[in-house]
């Protein structure tokens, strides 16, 4: 089975701190997505990246950066928090498309910004 | 750019009935289409997929969803809902082609109640 996992299930920072998402799969997949997850906003994504130390813009990348520094591991840092991105954190990882590649998911980081 | 509408925020059905949960989808070209299932406090979960070939894709706990062109529509359905069935669920959609063709765009989601 597919295992993506991220560090955190649960995350309370300060307005302005750095913060830092973690995600790691374990099946070798080229692909890895960050979105986020807001009620009545279903799923917006914010960056991907298709290959180590490649990334792509999302829907909605203000505010975050990545950083894809091996093929396993793919984190998410926004660089001075604000309560706007109190949410869920959601990290996916998939194989390429012309591979067809379902996008599987790990469990998800609730963030609050205070 | 690819869009989905759910166009129900929640579904109401009491248990042992049909459920349908309705999806509806604008891509360029021919879509790659998607269920996924979200239980409290967890990430998502994939249910079904959509390529290509028969229209009647079936999935994952049952459940499966009818791939209409002319409707561009991909509804979810199950024969007999279950209590346990009661979840989050969206559909998403993603094109052919290109590094955009990694891109899943979701829909805001549908919460489908089942009550005993």
């Known amino acids: 089975d597919v295992k993506v996992t991220q560090s955190s299930r649960y995350l309370v920072k300060r307005t302005g701190e750095k913060v830092f998402l973690e995600c790691v799969q374990d099946m070798d997949h080229e692909n890895m997505f960050w979105y986020r997850q807001d009620p009545g906003l279903g799923l917006r994504l914010i960056y991907f990246s298709y290959d180590v130390k490649m990334k792509e813009k999302g829907d909605i990348p203000e505010g975050y950066s990545v950083s894809r520094e091996k093929k396993e591991r793919f984190s998410l840092i926004l660089e001075s928090a604000s309560t706007n991105q109190t949410s869920m954190y959601l990290c996916?990882?998939?194989?390429?498309?012309?591979?067809?590649?379902?996008?599987?998911f790990g469990p998800g980081t609730r963030l609050t910004v205070l | 750019a690819q869009s989905v509408a759910q166009p129900e925020d929640q579904v109401n059905v009491a248990e042992g009935n049909p459920l349908t949960v309705k999806c509806t989808y604008s891509?360029?070209?021919?879509?790659?289409l998607f269920w996924y299932v979200q239980y409290p406090n967890r990430g998502l979960q994939f249910l079904l997929k959509?390529?290509?070939?028969?229209?009647l894709v079936k999935g994952s706990y049952g459940f499966e969803a009818e791939f209409n062109k002319s409707q561009t529509s991909f509804h979810l359905k199950k024969p007999s809902a279950l209590v346990s069935d009661s979840a989050l669920y969206f559909c998403a959609v993603r094109p052919w082609g290109g590094n955009a063709g990694n891109m899943l765009t979701f829909g805001g989601g549908t919460r489908l109640m089942v009550k005993p």
């Open positions: 891509v360029s070209g021919n879509p790659y």
């Open positions: 996916a990882s998939s194989l390429p498309q012309g591979r067809k590649g379902t996008q599987y």
């Open positions: 959509y390529i290509t070939g028969d229209n």
